[in-house]
């Protein structure tokens, strides 16, 4: 459409699924976020420290460091399997 402003419209799911892919995609280094000390955080108008997308849910006082529902509840999930993981590796350690 060259010589016109026209912007792009695309409705509310098509914009909430792009908007999911992109915040999916980023992740932090393994251990590097306090999961454990966050509580559910209320405000509006702070963006999330990993996706910069959306609003955050979950904060660490101590840190500063807020993250969305979204983030969170992948880095929560990631970093369980990690210790579990990691734990298995130990038991097989003193196993041997």
């Known amino acids: 459409m060259p010589g016109t402003n026209a912007v792009p419209i695309i409705c509310e799911k098509c914009h909430s699924t792009a ?3 992109e915040v999916l ?6 251990g590097l976020l306090p999961i ?5 955080f209320e405000k509006d108008g702070v963006l999330c420290s990993i996706c910069h997308i959306k609003r955050i849910a979950w904060l660490d006082d ?3 460091i807020g993250l969305c529902q979204t983030c969170y509840e ?3 999930e990631l970093s ?3 210790r579990d993981s990691q734990r ?3 038991e097989r ?3 041997i």
């Not at 995609?25 to 393994?30: E, G, K």
């Not at 454990?36 to 559910?40: D, N």
């Open 19 to 21: 908007v999911a892919r």
């Open 93 to 95: 350690s003193d196993a």
């Open 36 to 40: 454990a000390s966050m509580k559910p």
């Open 88 to 90: 298995r590796v130990e």
């Open 74 to 76: 992948r880095e929560k």
């Open 25 to 30: 995609s980023f992740r932090a280094l393994p």
């Open 80 to 82: 369980t399997r990690d």
């Open 62 to 64: 101590e840190t500063k």
